[in-house]
């Protein structure tokens, strides 16, 4: 009987070594496709929220076939994959993975090109500053042979630095350090992209214009943005990091005594752009940095330009953080440091939801916000800023604070963390290279 037993003990002692195995093995094969799952999809886990989430949500390329999954590594390649075999620009769903560094200011060769393979004489930078000087030129809008060859010479620069991508795109960095430089991507007239996980860096424009008549005394302005999104809808970008890299706006002289500004936006959204969200980017060494509605006089705008900000980290940035015309914008969790004019722009018809944001070290004490709202009011809620967004007067017709009609908890569900914890969640979270919040 006691033999018996010792072999039934034998038995058992062998099935529940099979057991453990078999069970090893299964958790083992659902790890690993979970993580070509992850890989497959650009997503790390997560998805699209904020107004990205709405209009039937956001998720790039998602259903990509296998064919339609690429991993590049310059510009050729890119252009390869987001184009077909007849020279279009593709709308399939794509998944398109960036390793390394791209440039996009080069030549067929992946030569890096200068201002001197895009000028068109009579045009430089010399002869531009003798003809147009406030003191000759006054205050009449810029005209004749040298404006028109700056002109003509930022167009060749266009067409070499601006990249179209089409609708159902996942662009993801593949690796840490995947990065984009001296390119401007276009997103126009399409839908249902996700850009994940890339540094972007110094859409330089070689040929600023001056503009008599921008301001009081006059301004630069330049052509190109990081990332440009017009007339699109369901865009979301997340754990990006944009910056004017080696060549910052502040390194430039004064011509005229304005800065020789060689940067544009870095992620500008106009003309009826709508369910759009920016989440978890880190915002550096960067003016102008995200404008909402191009113009006081887009009318058209109205009822679209829906758009979330949340847990993106804004450090040593200038203004347009972001600054909004007729959109109706969700700003929360934001953390801001080093802000040297002011965070959030409230232009015309602007109907802003700012929402436990945390504000510290601006240049300016009131440079929370600024109005832009003399051809019609835009108003700001405060709701738990730290600190609290009260009592700033309009440059316009007085307080504009507290007169929003909405409420983002009847779009779409998400949770704020609490005002004073934003800092360390978005030093932590925010940027290219850094880990996916659990």
């Given amino acids: ?24 093995y299964l958790s083992i094969t659902a790890l690993v496709f979970f993580l070509i799952g992850a890989v497959k999809t650009g997503y790390s886990g997560s998805k699209a929220d904020g ?22 590594a310059n510009k050729a390649e890119l252009l390869k994959a987001l184009y077909n075999a007849n020279g279009e620009l593709s709308d399939d769903p794509k998944i398109i993975y960036i390793s390394g560094v791209i440039d996009i200011c080069v030549d067929g060769n992946n030569k890096p090109l200068t201002e001197k393979d895009f000028i068109v004489s009579p045009y430089t930078l010399e002869s531009y500053i003798e003809a147009y000087s406030p003191e000759k030129w006054g205050k009449k809008n810029v005209t004749g042979d040298i404006e ?84 699109s809808t ?10 004017d890299g080696d060549r910052p706006d ?43 509605g191009s113009s006081d006089n887009a009318s058209q705008d109205s009822g679209n330009l829906k758009v979330t900000f949340h847990h993106n980290f804004f450090e040593n940035a200038g203004q347009r953080l972001p600054r ?11 953390y801001y440091n080093n802000i040297g004019i002011y965070a959030i722009g409230i232009g015309i018809n ?19 916000i600024r109005y832009f709202d003399s051809k019609g009011p ?29 409420n983002p908890k009847t779009r779409y569900k998400y949770k704020a963390d609490r005002a004073n914890d934003v800092k360390n969640i978005c030093t932590l979270y925010a940027g290219a290279d850094k880990p996916e919040r659990q």
């Avoid at 949500?57 to 999954?69: H, Q, R």
Wanted: aromatic fraction near 12%.
């Fill in 350 to 368: 602007a109907s802003i939801y700012a929402e436990a944001n945390f504000f510290e070290n601006l240049a300016d004490p009131n440079g929370q």
């Fill in 51 to 72: 107004y990205a989430s709405m209009n039937g949500g956001t998720a790039g390329g998602s259903k990509a076939a296998k064919n339609n999954i690429f991993t590049v």
């Fill in 250 to 292: 502040s390194s430039f002289p004064l011509y005229f005594n304005m800065k020789h500004q060689h940067h544009d936006g870095a992620v500008d959204i106009t003309r009826q752009s709508n369910f759009i969200t920016l989440s978890y980017n880190y915002f550096t060494n960067h003016d102008k940095t995200s404008l909402i």
């Fill in 148 to 231: 028109s060859a700056r002109k003509e010479s930022q167009k060749n620069l266009a067409k070499n630095i601006m990249v179209k991508i089409g609708s159902n795109t996942t662009l993801i960095g593949k690796d840490k350090g995947a990065k984009i430089i001296h390119g401007n991507l276009m997103l126009e007239k399409v839908s249902n992209i996700i850009i994940k996980n890339i540094t972007f860096e110094d859409a330089y424009d070689f040929f600023p214009g001056w503009d008599p008549s921008d301001g009081s005394t006059g301004n630069w302005n330049s052509q190109f943005d990081l990332i440009s999104i017009t007339n």
């Fill in 1 to 24: 009987m006691f033999e018996f037993m010792k072999i039934k003990f034998r038995e058992l002692l062998k099935m529940r070594n099979i057991i453990f195995t078999f069970l090893t």
């Fill in 378 to 406: 835009g108003y700001i809620k405060d709701v738990n800023n730290v600190p609290a967004i009260t009592g700033i007067i309009s440059n316009s017709d007085g307080v504009h604070t507290g007169s929003v009609n909405w």
């Fill in 234 to 243: 369901n865009v979301w970008i997340d754990h990006c990091t944009f910056s």
């Fill in 324 to 334: 909004v015309r007729f959109g109706e914008v969700h700003v929360y969790n934001n």
